[in-house]
């Protein structure tokens, strides 16, 4: 198995940890030196103990739809929908790997909106 397919395994148990509520599963896949970047917020959260502590302290963890996942080589791109029982955002994950495990993720995610009228007409609605 190459190492696209093994970290795209690796993205898919982080989905499933997240679903699960079981972020204790979390240390299995990323370095304890992880890097999590969202720079919709300025916020960077380095290594395991913060990540620990941010995940243990969330209000409502939100449940993963993933729609797409795309890698290459220690890149891992995953668009997915994050479901807080009411507001739902449209997200992409970029996960970058070393030795099998994540050791970088920066995720950007916007709230879904209804499309406009006007270009109705020149676009299809999924």
């Avoid at 959260?45 to 220690?74: C, K, W």
């Avoid at 495990?101 to 020149?122: C, G, L, M, N, V």
Wanted: charged share 30%; glycine share 6%; hydrophobic share 40%.
């Amino acid at each position: 198995m190459d190492d696209s397919h093994t970290n795209e395994d690796v993205v898919h148990r982080l989905v499933g940890c997240l679903n699960d509520r079981r972020v204790e599963l979390m240390d299995d896949l990323f370095h304890d030196d992880a890097v999590m970047h969202w720079p919709q917020s300025g916020e960077v959260v380095r290594g395991a103990e913060n990540r620990r502590a941010i995940y243990g302290a969330f209000p409502q963890l939100p449940t993963i739809t993933p729609r797409r996942l795309v890698s290459g080589g220690d890149l891992v791109v995953l668009e997915a929908t994050l479901d807080y029982d009411g507001p739902k955002y449209e997200t992409v994950f970029i996960f970058e790997f070393r030795d099998g495990k994540i050791a970088k993720e920066t995720a950007y995610w916007s709230e879904a909106f209804e499309a406009p009228a006007w270009r109705a007409q020149w676009v299809e609605k999924t």
